[in-house]
């Protein structure tokens, strides 16, 4: 079976008429303010009050042996308070050869519980998902996690209502953020706990701004580096048969325009997919709720 038939190219075009429609639903907000420069690691940076930000967050893949896939979640970021920011994602993915479906949704929370900047801030994280079995959204990688999940044809059948909690540890320094999260996740069917981690490192181009507004200019692009894996589960706690990736990332914060941002990921081992690549654009409002209770 060919994969890249125009039979699967309609496939294609679908995920890519979906991901359309997201970014036409962004094209409407009028401005942005970007707040993280990963795909996968958490900062410390949290939602400023009141904002809300919208992002599509897509990866694309061909596993060996599977279909290409591409998928897209759909996230809402808005800051409660200054030590609180809620989210919600939802998922979807279409497949070569198979069938473009809606997989779920996620809901979020991020709480800093020192509000001062210290040396290490930590961050507390938590999240309940109610996805199926065809999500390929790849927002963490956990347990034993590997390329054979991306095999198996899309079946919505399989449900998958999941706690997760994340404790973020980040760090900036001279222009460098350096963060650390470590993951617990648990599926609600009795299932054991399973573990991942993530570690990233980025820094902006240029501290100080330009005397002159450009959208080139360094201090609008951050440069950085993501790794994240499985680390087994309760009763084989470990790195045997669990998947991992680590590749570069870029961010570019157009001014008063969105923010975009790339990043190619590379399987370490066997037990990943060879190749992903990330793509996003975001945007912000200030004041959303503000926004909608002003008379016009």
């Given at each position: 079976m060919n994969p890249y038939s125009p039979r699967n190219s309609r496939r294609i075009a679908a995920l890519s008429a979906y991901a359309l429609?997201?970014?036409?639903?962004l094209a409407i907000v009028p401005r942005l303010h970007a707040q993280e420069n990963y795909f996968v690691t958490y900062s410390q940076e949290l939602e400023e009050p009141g904002n809300l930000e919208v992002a599509a967050k897509s990866v694309t893949g061909a596993?060996?042996?599977?279909?290409?896939?591409?998928?897209?979640?759909?996230?809402?970021?808005?800051?409660?308070?200054?030590?609180?920011?809620?989210?919600?994602?939802?998922?979807?993915?279409?497949?070569a050869s198979e069938s473009t479906l809606f997989t779920g949704f996620r809901?979020?929370?991020?709480?800093?519980?020192?509000?001062?900047?210290?040396?290490i801030n930590p961050?507390?994280?938590?999240?309940?998902?109610?996805?199926?079995?065809?999500?390929?959204?790849?927002?963490?990688?956990?347990?034993?996690d590997s390329r054979s999940d991306f095999l198996a044809r899309n079946d919505r059948s399989e449900k998958k209502r999941e706690v997760e909690f994340k404790l973020i540890l980040s760090s900036n320094f001279k222009g460098w953020n350096v963060s650390e999260n470590v993951?617990?996740?648990?599926?609600?069917?009795?299932?054991?706990?399973?573990?991942?981690?993530?570690?990233?490192?980025?820094?902006?181009?240029?501290?100080?701004?330009?005397?002159?507004?450009?959208?080139?200019?360094?201090?609008?692009?951050?440069?950085?580096?993501?790794?994240?894996?499985?680390?087994?589960?309760?009763?084989?706690?470990?790195?045997?048969?669990?998947?991992h990736y680590l590749g570069p990332v870029v961010t570019w914060?157009?001014?008063?325009?969105?923010?975009?941002?790339?990043?190619?990921?590379?399987g370490l081992n066997q037990d990943s997919n060879g190749f992903l690549f990330r793509f996003m654009l975001s945007y912000e409002i200030d004041q959303f709720l503000s926004k909608l209770r002003s008379p016009r």
């Open positions: 429609v997201c970014l036409a639903v596993p060996k042996g599977g279909n290409p896939f591409a998928a897209t979640a759909l996230e809402f970021e808005y800051g409660v308070k200054t030590w609180w920011t809620t989210e919600l994602y939802l998922d979807g993915q279409t497949t809901l979020e929370n991020r709480v800093r519980p020192l509000l001062r900047e210290h040396w961050i507390l994280y938590f999240e309940f998902e109610d996805i199926n079995g065809a999500d390929k959204a790849v927002l963490e990688v956990v347990g034993h993951v617990a996740e648990k599926n609600l069917n009795n299932s054991p706990w399973e573990f991942g981690y993530a570690l990233g490192a980025s820094r902006v181009l240029a501290l100080a701004a330009s005397a002159k507004p450009c959208n080139f200019c360094r201090e609008n692009f951050a440069l950085g580096a993501e790794m994240y894996g499985g680390l087994g589960e309760r009763y084989s706690f470990g790195l045997h048969d669990t998947s914060n157009i001014p008063r325009g969105p923010t975009v941002r790339l990043s190619p990921n590379f």
